[in-house]
């Protein structure tokens, strides 16, 4: 181990750290919207789902994703040889995600006004 | 003949090693954080001969981990990684002042990167990069264990084997 590698590993740790408290300043500030679970298929819109229902959603014929009733979202069921996003256990906060990449499913919580925005451009 | 002795050895190591890394749990918190030890076989091929060798080995590793564990997808998505900081670790190599450990770390790292960038356009979502920092300190942190581990192995490792006359062609 050389000056160099200390220096490098400390600007990568440095940076990781950062990006993650700037992460968690945004989780924060958008926890007082009401957050919603947006599911999208090979980078196409699926739906849009409250947290707050609890419920179990297919998505298309490949995974099945839940919602518990502390808003607490999961994959389920995935048809997919790995079932990383099955593993990956659940999501609650803002900006969170689980990907089935084999199936292309994204399952992401957002912010409602994301949507109102979106329906205020459109509108626009 | 050899260094084709030598390099067969490396590959039927490298795939128990992606063997052993499938059999490892994955971290609840971080999709995709593995510990990357097929990557001492790497880093160890690319001081011990040159980049080409090390991009043989990781070829073959992931093509045959692929068939026997994963499918078509898992393989494009292992090469991206893979290459990605396979042509960043030759390029960190030729920086003076970096020994094994820092270049493995930028290995790890870019590893994370590649995997990331193909995951965004395959899901054509820019959400993946939520995890960008958990992937960065991720990789710097796996980096570095693989690093001074391969540094150690190749000091022990006798006479060189790369320098040896006896594998040169």
Redesign the interface.
Do not use: W
């Given at each position: 181990?050389?000056?160099?590698?200390l220096f490098?590993?400390g600007i990568?740790?440095a940076?990781?750290?950062?990006?993650?408290v700037?992460?968690k300043g945004i989780q924060k500030s958008a926890s007082s919207n009401e957050q919603i679970l947006k599911i999208?298929v090979?980078?196409e819109m699926y739906g849009e789902y409250s947290l707050k229902n609890k419920q179990e959603i297919k998505i298309g014929n490949t995974n099945v994703c839940q919602i518990e009733e502390d808003g607490r979202v999961s994959m389920i069921e995935a048809d997919c040889?790995?079932h990383?996003?099955v593993?990956?256990?659940k999501i609650k906060e803002f900006?969170?995600?689980?990907?089935c990449?084999?199936n292309?499913?994204?399952l992401?919580i957002v912010t409602d006004d994301e949507k109102t925005e979106k329906i205020d451009s459109i509108a626009k | 003949m050899k260094k084709t002795a030598y390099i067969g050895l490396l590959c039927a190591l490298a795939i128990i090693l992606g063997y052993v890394e499938m059999l490892l749990p994955?971290f609840?918190?971080a999709?995709?954080v593995k510990l990357g030890i097929t990557n001492l076989v790497t880093v160890f091929l690319l001081y011990s001969f040159t980049y080409k060798e090390a991009a043989l080995v990781s070829c073959i590793r992931i093509v045959c981990i692929g068939f026997m564990f994963?499918?078509l997808?898992?393989i494009v998505?292992s090469l991206a990684g893979a290459f990605l900081s396979l042509l960043c670790m030759t390029l960190a190599k030729k920086?003076k002042?970096?020994?094994m450990?820092?270049v493995s770390?930028?290995g790890g790292?870019t590893h994370n990167i590649g995997q990331l960038i193909i995951?965004a356009l395959?899901?054509?979502?820019g959400?993946?990069f939520?995890y960008?920092?958990?992937l960065?300190?991720a990789?710097?942190?796996t980096g570095?264990l693989i690093g001074?581990v391969s540094s150690e192995i190749y000091k022990r490792i006798p006479g060189r084997i790369g320098n040896d006359s006896v594998f040169k062609r």
């Amino acid at each position: 181990m050389k000056k160099k590698d200390l220096f490098l590993i400390g600007i990568l740790l440095a940076a990781g750290i950062m990006g993650f408290v700037v992460f968690k300043g945004i989780q924060k500030s958008a926890s007082s919207n009401e957050q919603i679970l947006k599911i999208s298929v090979d980078g196409e819109m699926y739906g849009e789902y409250s947290l707050k229902n609890k419920q179990e959603i297919k998505i298309g014929n490949t995974n099945v994703c839940q919602i518990e009733e502390d808003g607490r979202v999961s994959m389920i069921e995935a048809d997919c040889p790995d079932h990383l996003c099955v593993k990956q256990g659940k999501i609650k906060e803002f900006g969170e995600s689980i990907v089935c990449l084999p199936n292309k499913v994204v399952l992401e919580i957002v912010t409602d006004d994301e949507k109102t925005e979106k329906i205020d451009s459109i509108a626009k | 003949m050899k260094k084709t002795a030598y390099i067969g050895l490396l590959c039927a190591l490298a795939i128990i090693l992606g063997y052993v890394e499938m059999l490892l749990p994955v971290f609840p918190f971080a999709p995709g954080v593995k510990l990357g030890i097929t990557n001492l076989v790497t880093v160890f091929l690319l001081y011990s001969f040159t980049y080409k060798e090390a991009a043989l080995v990781s070829c073959i590793r992931i093509v045959c981990i692929g068939f026997m564990f994963g499918n078509l997808f898992s393989i494009v998505y292992s090469l991206a990684g893979a290459f990605l900081s396979l042509l960043c670790m030759t390029l960190a190599k030729k920086i003076k002042g970096l020994s094994m450990a820092g270049v493995s770390v930028i290995g790890g790292v870019t590893h994370n990167i590649g995997q990331l960038i193909i995951a965004a356009l395959v899901v054509e979502s820019g959400s993946v990069f939520f995890y960008f920092p958990i992937l960065l300190c991720a990789g710097t942190i796996t980096g570095l264990l693989i690093g001074i581990v391969s540094s150690e192995i190749y000091k022990r490792i006798p006479g060189r084997i790369g320098n040896d006359s006896v594998f040169k062609r």
